[in-house]
């Protein structure tokens, strides 16, 4: 049997990418496409997931020579915090409200490299897409995630798997500066492992300091490290 080669590009513009998992379409695409008999790669240069505005991000089909086909994504793009919030938190992911968060809640921007994969099916579960969303935020702020706590200078990073979101890095808590780290699981966790939500704050605080959440001083000597 002769085997046949085929190769094609072709460059698109302000075009629309739909049908990806019941994702909100990627519109005003600039790319090009490449095309041979197994894989169609399509490097997207410019364009708008939701309200996220994209950098250089590829999108690559394989298996188109066999009986299944696979999709990745990866979108990058540099965005306020709260539009980030709401592309991890479209339907289907739904990540955002899983764990109670809202894109009104806080302030700043973020450098955004989420990638996806997932099986081409027409009825597609979440359990079969994998995730691997990161957010470099820098100065977020809000008075609206912690009750009765204002965050300033928030410099973190934002990570979402299938599993959990996380934050790492640093943030002032009613102008304290305090390493953070948090975690919380999408679903309940088995009996005997570790908890569904966890946070730790660490740096060192006066007297002041713990006067400004309301707690008591007596006893206290200041530096604290906590």
Do not use: C, W
Not at 14 to 23: K, M, Q, Y
Not at 103 to 126: R, S, Y
Not at 138 to 150: E, Q
Request: glycine share 8%; hydrophobic share 40%.
């Amino acid at each position: 049997v002769q085997k046949v080669r085929l190769d094609r590009k072709v460059s698109l513009a302000r075009a629309t990418i739909e049908d990806l998992a019941g994702l909100r379409p990627v519109s005003g695409v600039d790319a090009t496409a490449t095309a041979d008999l197994s894989t169609l790669t399509i490097q997207v240069a410019g364009g708008k997931a939701d309200r996220v505005v994209l950098g250089a991000s590829p999108v690559v089909i394989t298996g188109l020579d066999a009986e299944d086909q696979n999709i990745t994504i990866n979108l990058t793009g540099k965005n306020s915090v709260s539009d980030v919030i709401r592309l991890i938190d479209q339907p289907p992911l739904h990540y955002a409200r899983a764990v109670g968060l809202k894109p009104e809640q806080g302030t700043g921007m973020a450098d955004l490299d989420v990638k996806l994969g997932f099986p081409l099916l027409k009825d597609l579960p979440l359990r079969a897409m994998q995730i691997d969303a990161k957010a470099k935020i820098a100065d977020l702020a809000s008075d609206k995630l912690v009750p009765g706590v204002t965050i300033s200078q928030g410099n973190l990073l934002l990570a979402v798997d299938g599993e959990k979101l996380s934050v790492t890095g640093k943030a002032a808590y009613n102008d304290i500066p305090l390493e953070t780290t948090y975690q919380q699981r999408f679903s309940a966790p088995a009996t005997g492992t570790a908890p569904q939500a966890s946070a730790t704050l660490k740096g060192e605080v006066t007297t002041a300091d713990i006067a400004k959440f309301g707690l008591p001083l007596e006893g206290m000597t200041a530096p604290l490290p906590v």
